[in-house]
């Protein structure tokens, strides 16, 4: 192929050649989907209706998602029609918006994650100051920066990534994922991108290592609460966003850093997977497991629902 900046479509990552084996694909696909659609359209819900869960925690939880089920509508739906119909092909233009909103689902995601570590900070550590710090001006200012911020960083991949010259238009993956496009790269403007990867790394890293440092505090000030009572409800709002943020990052940090194969390799398929499918759909799941307050305005609004259906 010629080289060019711009090519007329790319072609991703092929499934299977056998019509029921893409059915099934297919099917995964379609079930992953609406249960990640399901989780999060409940949680949004069950937080928007209960009064009680108006608080600066569960905004965050609202916001993040809204962030899950964009990321995973940017993978997903386009896999599901290339795997009924066995095609492999996305345009030059659909693979940029894919680039372009992938990574600012995914920034925003992060923001949005270490906001909530500072949050769950502030409630335990400094509790007779929580409603003047979290105060609703705060949790506004913090999510819009949170989405300013994805959609800064995300201009910032899709400019340098497609800025470069491509010498092929096979993208060994199921969507057009960075390190697959800097890979048919042949020129040296790649190393553009592998900066801001760098750059993107040291600011991932050192989120994380904000919201390490302040669990830190957050596990010492829950140790010398008192009560088992008391710790356990701590433990029970702590644990499952260091548990999301452990996920995401590290899946993410795998995907991004490491060497990237020459040939199709199942192991970048499942990385990709983790990373940009896994969360959004456990997302929920972890913060309803040990979440009783999540629990009751679920139990409240499919009471309301029934009752209104009868």
């Not at 809204?66 to 996305?90: C, K, Q």
């Not at 994805?150 to 993208?171: E, Q, V």
């Not at 929920?284 to 629902?305: G, S």
């Amino acid at each position: 192929m010629p080289n060019s900046t711009v090519l007329p479509t790319f072609l991703l990552l092929d499934f299977s050649d056998n019509w029921e084996q893409n059915v099934l694909y297919f099917t995964l696909f379609l079930v992953i989907y609406l249960a990640a659609l399901t989780a999060n359209f409940l949680i949004i819900s069950a937080v928007s209706l209960d009064q009680q869960l108006h608080t600066p925690m569960y905004f965050f939880l609202v916001n993040l998602s809204v962030v899950d089920l964009g990321s995973i509508s940017v993978t997903i739906p386009n896999a599901m029609i290339n795997s009924l119909w066995n095609t492999r092909e996305i345009s030059f233009s659909g693979c940029v918006a894919q680039v372009y909103s992938l990574f600012f689902f995914l920034i925003s995601d992060l923001f949005l994650l270490t906001g909530m570590a500072y949050d769950r900070y502030v409630a335990i550590c400094d509790p007779l100051h929580y409603e003047t710090v979290m105060g609703r001006k705060a949790c506004i200012q913090m999510a819009a920066s949170a989405w300013i911020a994805g959609l800064l960083y995300s201009a910032l991949h899709t400019g340098s990534t497609f800025a470069i010259t491509f010498c092929s238009n096979i993208i060994n993956q199921f969507f057009c994922e960075i390190p697959q496009l800097l890979k048919i790269s042949c020129d040296n403007l790649y190393l553009i991108e592998v900066g801001v990867i760098a750059f993107s790394a040291f600011i991932v890293f050192t989120c994380f290592g904000f919201i390490v440092v302040s669990y830190v505090q957050i596990f010492k000030s829950v140790l010398r609460i008192p009560t088992t009572q008391g710790r356990n409800k701590a433990f029970s709002t702590c644990l499952p966003h260091l548990i999301v943020v452990s996920l995401f990052i590290s899946t993410g940090a795998i995907a991004y850093l490491k060497p990237v194969s020459g040939a199709p390799s199942d192991l970048d398929l499942v990385i990709s997977v983790l990373y940009s499918v896994v969360p959004p759909l456990m997302n929920p799941v972890i913060y309803t497991m040990r979440n009783r307050d999540i629990k009751v305005a679920l139990c409240k609004m499919f009471q309301y629902i029934v009752s209104y259906s009868k």
